[in-house]
């Protein structure tokens, strides 16, 4: 079939790449000229593992091309994507629909008869049915489930697909385009606009209370000495429960879960449902941030003025360069604001954090990082950062202590290595000055 993706950013670079890889031909456009240019080169502007490769490939094929013409992307496609952002509104909690809205009133204003605009983008209950009866074009709604890091693999080998229409051909249509996907046994929800809309942040506002959840458990563990890695094991092996999104930290952020979450119960609101359980779960999780804050002052002598500080992480999670919401960046932030000199080292996202913070210290390496620290912050969970060797590290910093946000270094390992180690979840730090106990994380 003849495609088009209208936005290539994360999702709708992602979707196009991988619709040509099922053998579609596809458009994607966008209005941003130096975008629609590096993807038709070849060239993917972000971060994602899988999707350089597939959009090189598809546009040196003839497959895939870009284009910032909507007169074109209307003449050319029978389906046309929509996959721009709804990021959080600035006056508040809502949902901004203005990119949603211009890319559907702009290709609807060119496709050809018997076109279907299809809606991926994650919006607020009812915005399908307004977009029908506005442009008075066939609408359905196909909500993506990708998880930055895993795009590719969550669109070429979805957990399920969802279809909301309207109509008999809509259907026809969506799984003409899906067939592959369908012929290899992915599970298909078929239903209407309400109930696809609800999908997707019905699921992100889940795995966002099951991460709260088990950060409040945290909190408890702190208060009491408990172990939470243990506590966490324990309730995983429960059959009902599972052992998924269960490990303490410092939080979630980037650009879905917490503007989800808000945008959600905002709009349950206006239609007179009350979810204060999302006001908590965001509650609880910008709390971890604070938390990671007092055990650095704590671990400085009660004030990080002036102490050296080596934050390792800036993305919101590994595998990826976003830094939106990064609970990494805002600790780093919020300490440099404290006076502490923070240098911060990522994998991939230095150049997204530089320009997100240009105030604060960036190093080249990890060892760049550590060299001459007095504390370690572990905050963003990259494979990298627990393969460092706690023993060289603790000849590069000046002093060995260390925080372990993520909940993943080995304790015992570091301990061993003259490491001063407080990991989230515990009654407090283990190591070198002779604490120890189950709130250790050992």
């Not at 992307?73 to 029978?78: C, I, K, N, V, W």
């Not at 240098?343 to 997100?356: F, G, L, W």
Request: glycine share 12%; net charge neutral.
């Amino acid at each position: 079939m003849r495609l088009t993706v209208i936005g290539t950013g994360r999702l709708g670079a992602t979707h196009a790449a991988c619709m040509a890889e099922l053998g579609h031909e596809v458009a994607g456009i966008d209005v941003d000229r130096g975008k629609v240019a590096a993807l038709g080169a070849g060239r993917v502007p972000f971060h994602e593992p899988g999707l350089a490769p597939l959009v090189a490939r598809h546009t040196a094929s003839g497959r895939l091309r870009f284009t910032t013409s909507f007169e074109e992307a209307g003449a050319f496609g029978q389906v046309h994507f929509v996959c721009v952002g709804t990021p959080q509104r600035q006056d508040g909690d809502a949902a901004d629909l203005t990119c949603v809205e211009r890319a559907f009133a702009a290709i609807a204003g060119h496709t050809r008869k018997g076109a279907l605009l299809v809606g991926r983008s994650t919006v607020p209950v009812g915005t399908a049915d307004r977009l029908a009866a506005a442009h008075g074009v066939e609408i359905a709604w196909n909500p993506e489930f990708l998880r930055e890091g895993f795009a590719v693999r969550d669109t070429l080998r979805p957990d399920r697909l969802v279809f909301g229409v309207r109509t008999a051909r809509a259907e026809r249509l969506l799984r003409t385009v899906y067939a592959p996907l369908l012929g290899a046994g992915t599970p298909l929800v078929v239903t209407g606009f309400a109930t696809a809309e609800l999908v997707k942040t019905a699921a992100n506002s889940f795995l966002a209370t099951r991460i709260s959840f088990i950060n409040a458990m945290a909190e408890v563990c702190e208060a009491t000495g408990g172990d939470v890695r243990r506590l966490a094991e324990a309730l995983g092996l429960d059959g009902r429960i599972g052992p998924a999104f269960l490990r303490a930290g410092a939080g979630f952020g980037g650009g879905c879960l917490p503007e989800d979450i808000r945008a959600f119960a905002h709009r349950a609101a206006e239609l007179g449902v009350d979810l204060g359980l999302l006001r908590q779960v965001d509650a609880i999780n910008m709390r971890r941030r604070d938390r990671v804050i007092a055990m650095a002052r704590e671990l400085c002598g009660g004030t990080v003025l002036g102490a050296r500080v080596a934050v390792l992480g800036a993305a919101f999670k590994p595998d990826s360069d976003d830094v939106r919401d990064s609970p990494a960046l805002n600790v780093a932030a919020r300490l440099g604001l404290d006076g502490a000199d923070v240098t911060v080292y990522d994998p991939v996202a230095m150049d997204n954090a530089r320009e997100a913070f240009p105030l604060l210290g960036y190093a080249l390496s990890a060892e760049e990082a550590l060299r001459g620290a007095e504390l370690v912050l572990h905050l963003t969970e990259w494979p990298q950062f627990r393969e460092v060797d706690p023993v060289r590290a603790a000849a590069l910093v000046y002093r060995p202590r260390i925080v372990d946000g993520r909940g993943v270094l080995d304790a015992d390992r570091w301990t061993a290595a003259g490491w001063r180690f407080w990991a989230l979840g515990g009654s407090g730090p283990v190591g070198a000055a002779g604490e120890s106990g189950e709130g250790g994380q050992r």
